[in-house]
């Protein structure tokens, strides 16, 4: 799958059933050449119309248009999964990972990170840092099961960058923080299917506000990636009933390492500053 495509679908606004069509495109890259809009339509229980007005909405004249532009070399896989809710989810995973033991499920975790990195890459880091070091302020974000990892990311960014802001309770305090962001800042937002109305809404706060906007999601699809800067794509499943926040914090870690190879003087007058004072009161 050609690398335009997925740009197609990270900048269109698209509705819940494109989006369900947009993301068999790219978890079925290896088969769409020998595939009809009519296969797909039947695969998905929808019209064939809905995947030809998908098409067109990315820019394609149909579905045809879309298979001829389509490249083979394109190794990026994303997770397909609808969401179901928990405690439905339980039944099935409980079923399949009763056998698993700790060895097992660290495999299961090394997939996982296996998968993250294989959906992201170098040069995606390396943009994630020039548009924080290029911000004047910045905004992390993330709620429910993303919370911890926003809260983590801000703190961690705080050791390097001013001005960093973090949320992690989706309340009025979020719109009104956020409010006074511009072209000049940055948000970064963390959220995985269901994706929380909050995250959304500031999403398209940024994107109204002209603000830097990086998306930490599970899909390209995510609704938090239309017209993001920058968009890192974590690997999320588990044989538990809930995600695995893992890739995620590996993306984390990956931004902070990189920011260590920008770091100069004055990051490391910051640190020590906030050191002297943590020190101070014995916050270790």
């Not at 978890?27 to 064939?48: E, Q, W």
């Not at 926003?150 to 409010?179: K, M, N």
């Not at 002209?210 to 920058?230: F, M, N, Q, W």
Request: glycine share 6%; hydrophobic share 40%; aromatic share 10%.
């Amino acid at each position: 799958m050609s690398l335009d495509l997925e740009e197609r679908i990270k900048n269109a606004r698209m509705t819940k059933t494109e989006r369900q069509i947009a993301d068999f495109f790219l978890d079925n890259r290896g088969s769409l050449y020998f595939m009809t809009s009519k296969d797909i339509a039947l695969a998905l229980h929808v019209s064939d119309t809905s995947v030809i007005r998908l098409c067109r909405t990315l820019g394609y004249s149909g579905f045809k248009d879309l298979q001829q532009r389509l490249q083979k070399d394109l190794s990026e896989t994303l997770d397909n999964d609808k969401y179901v809710l928990p405690y439905q989810k339980l039944p099935e995973k409980t079923e399949t990972s009763k056998d698993i033991g700790s060895f097992q499920f660290l495999e299961k975790i090394q997939q996982n990170l296996a998968n993250t990195l294989s959906k992201n890459n170098n040069r995606s880091i390396q943009h994630v840092v020039e548009l924080l070091l290029a911000s004047e302020h910045i905004f992390v974000a993330g709620f429910r099961g993303s919370a911890s990892a926003a809260c983590y990311l801000g703190v961690l960014l705080s050791q390097y960058i001013p001005h960093v802001e973090y949320a992690v309770s989706a309340d009025s305090g979020c719109i009104e923080t956020f409010l006074g962001y511009g072209e000049k800042d940055c948000a970064i937002l963390i959220g995985t299917e269901r994706y929380s109305k909050m995250t959304c809404t500031l999403a398209d706060m940024a994107r109204n506000a002209g603000c830097r906007l990086i998306a930490i999601v599970d899909k390209l699809t995510s609704p938090l990636a239309y017209h993001a800067d920058e968009v890192l794509v974590a690997d999320v499943s588990s044989p538990t009933a809930f995600n695995s926040y893992l890739g995620i914090f590996f993306l984390i870690e990956a931004i902070s390492n990189e920011l260590n190879r920008y770091s100069d003087t004055h990051t490391g007058e910051r640190l020590q500053l906030i050191n002297s004072y943590l020190s101070k009161l014995g916050l270790y």
